[in-house]
């Protein structure tokens, strides 16, 4: 059976009548922040940054797939205000969350890939403290009701399937975009994760009706 908090955010997906005009603006500074990296020709950071939000659109299209499959609850749910609800699990507003963290999280590598912190190679390391970090993040936006975790496995008594799914592989594979020697390498990442993401959302949104 169908939860509440899953049937109330499955009533505000891609409902515009709850648009903000704040919407505009953020959208705008996050394209300033990725044009100030691409004009100062650090074009890895850009293509890093962007395979950590599509990562997160990856992850998203899933839990709206589970919501549907399962007829319970996504694994995560946004039921709370937003100006507007993408997926069942993804608004706006987390998009744009995700899209500047990414830039974030790769502009805070060292150039040296090959240093160690601790015996642990820096990208493992940064990767770990910081998917870490967001899950203590997650867990307070569940503990004030803005995030809703339905399912038993999920929650913050278990954090290390929040740790291992829902964040490290996103640092992960930024940091493996962004460390590409080659520039045509990290657009056919980009290019293949972004290819993916458009395709679940026009086969399971457009023409299935199921996210």
Known sequence: ????????????????????????PLLLFVLYLYNEQAAAGRWH?????????LMDWISEIVNALIAHGSGFAPIWGTPGAS?????????????????????LAVRLLPQR????????GNRWLLAAVNAGLCVLVE????????????WRDWNAGRPWLIF??????????????????????QIVAVGVLAAA?????????????WI
């Open 1 to 24: 059976m169908e939860t509440i908090d899953a049937r109330h955010a499955w009533s505000l997906v891609r409902d515009g009548s709850h648009f903000q005009w704040y919407l505009l």
């Open 197 to 209: 993401v458009a395709l679940a959302l026009a086969v399971f949104g457009a023409i299935l009706g």
């Open 45 to 53: 950071v850009v293509f890093g940054g962007l395979a950590f939000w």
């Open 164 to 185: 291992f799914v829902g964040y490290l592989p996103f640092f992960l594979v930024a940091y493996r975009v962004h460390d590409m020697r080659a520039r045509r390498s």
């Open 113 to 120: 890939r090959d240093l160690k912190w601790l015996g642990i």
């Open 139 to 150: 867990c307070w936006l569940n503990h004030i009701g803005v995030l809703t975790w339905e």
């Open 83 to 103: 100006a507007y609800v993408i997926l069942i699990g993804l608004n706006v507003e987390i998009s744009a969350m995700f899209a500047i963290m990414g830039l």
